[in-house]
């Protein structure tokens, strides 16, 4: 992901990619407060799908939240990261979602 002209203050940009074999569907990527999120109906496998979320109602500390439901209607939850006083700490971060687990990375500065 490039950071250079898609950064804006207070967000983050997103990557989530499907690696596993089966659709993912309802996806909501969003912080612990809630205030702003982003939604994608599915995602098919080995597909990616890239965004900004836009945090300029946030005013806590927090972590960032991925919710998805898998095929076989199990719905997962992974709260990851912090972002402090409202705003990130780092400008992006990327999501794997694999058959069995959820990878994440961070980078960036966003401060």
Not at 14 to 43: G, H, M, P, W
Request: aromatic share 10%; proline share 2%; with cysteine.
């Amino acid at each position: 992901m490039s950071s250079c002209n898609l950064f804006k203050e207070n967000s983050i940009e997103f990557s989530i990619e499907n690696q596993s074999d089966v659709i993912i569907e309802s996806i909501t990527f969003t912080t612990s407060e809630r205030r702003a999120e982003k939604t994608f109906d599915s995602l098919q496998p080995k597909k990616s799908v890239f965004g900004i979320l836009l945090m300029d109602q946030n005013k806590m500390d927090g972590s960032y939240v991925l919710e998805f439901t898998r095929v076989n209607g199990k719905k997962e939850t992974h709260n990851v990261g912090y972002y402090t006083n409202g705003a990130p700490i780092n400008r992006w971060v990327s999501f794997k979602i694999q058959n069995d687990t959820l990878l994440h990375l961070f980078s960036g500065t966003g401060l």
